[in-house]
C-alpha cells in the first residue's frame, strides 16, 4: 500500500464550486506539505504544517485554505474555484529529523 | 536569478551512455540538496539525497560543490527506464522551504 495517498485523483470542476482535495499518510511523518506544480515551472507551495497545531502559508496560498485533522491528514481547500487553479497537486510529507519530502500520486484538477 | 537553476533538456542519450546533469543554486547557506526523478504526469520519487563528500547508488552518482554552488547527477550505462525529468531540490536547514528546479527532461534512446 501507498504510503501517501492523494483523493481525488482527477476532478474537474466549475468555476466558482468549492472543492477539496485530501491527503493520508502511513509514515508517521510530523510535516505535511501542499504544493501545486504547472507546466514549466518548479513545484510550488502552497501551504504547510509541521504538527497538527501548526499551519503556515507557502508562497502561493491565496485562494487555498487547508485543515490538518490529524497528524495523518491534510487536506487543502479551495473556497471557490477558478481556472488558473487548473493544476495538478501533490501533497508531501517529511519527518522530523530527514528533510526528504514523499509524495502522494498527485491530483489532476481542471477548473472550467 | 533563479533560486535553483537546471537545463530544460532534453538530453537525447543512446542506450549505454554516460549522461550528466548540474542543477545551480543562488543561496550559499543552503544546507540539503536531492536529486528527484519524475515520469510523466507522476510524483517526484526520490532518487538519492546528496552529500557533501559526493554519493553514489549503482549507475547513479550525486556530487556537490560547495564553491560554486552546483550539485551534479552521473548516470552510467543509461537505460530506456531512465527516461525521466530529473528534479534538484534544495533546503535551506532549519526552514520549511525546498526550492524546486523545474527538472532536466533525460531520453534514451534505443
Known amino acids: 500500500d501507498a504510503d501517501v495517498t492523494q483523493t481525488p485523483r482527477n476532478r474537474i470542476t466549475k468555476t466558482g464550486k468549492r472543492i477539496m482535495l485530501e491527503c493520508s499518510q502511513t509514515k508517521g511523518h510530523d510535516r505535511m506539505y501542499w504544493y501545486r506544480q504547472d507546466p514549466g515551472l518548479g513545484l510550488r507551495l502552497i501551504y504547510y504544517s509541521f504538527d497538527v497545531k501548526d499551519i503556515n502559508k507557502g508562497e502561493i496560498s491565496d485562494g487555498y485554505s487547508v485543515s490538518r485533522q490529524a497528524q495523518a491528514k491534510f487536506s487543502l481547500s479551495l473556497e471557490s474555484a477558478i481556472p488558473n487553479q487548473t493544476a495538478l497537486y501533490f501533497c508531501a510529507t517529511s519527518g522530523r529529523e530527514l528533510q526528504e519530502q514523499y509524495f502522494g500520486p498527485g491530483t489532476r484538477l481542471t477548473v472550467t | ?110
Open chain 2, 1 to 110: 536569478r533563479k533560486e535553483v537553476e537546471q537545463d530544460p533538456g532534453p538530453f537525447n542519450v543512446p542506450e549505454g551512455a554516460t549522461v550528466a546533469f548540474n542543477c545551480t543554486y543562488s543561496n550559499s547557506a543552503s544546507q540539503s540538496f536531492f536529486w528527484y526523478r519524475q515520469d510523466c504526469r507522476k510524483e517526484p520519487k526520490l532518487l538519492m539525497s546528496v552529500y557533501s563528500s559526493g554519493n553514489e547508488d549503482g549507475r547513479f552518482t550525486a556530487q556537490l560543490n560547495r564553491a560554486s554552488q552546483y550539485i551534479s547527477l552521473l548516470i552510467r550505462d543509461s537505460k530506456l527506464s531512465d527516461s525521466a525529468t530529473y528534479l534538484c531540490v534544495v533546503n535551506k536547514a532549519g526552514t520549511y522551504k525546498y526550492i524546486f528546479g523545474t527538472g532536466t527532461r533525460l531520453k534514451v534512446l534505443a
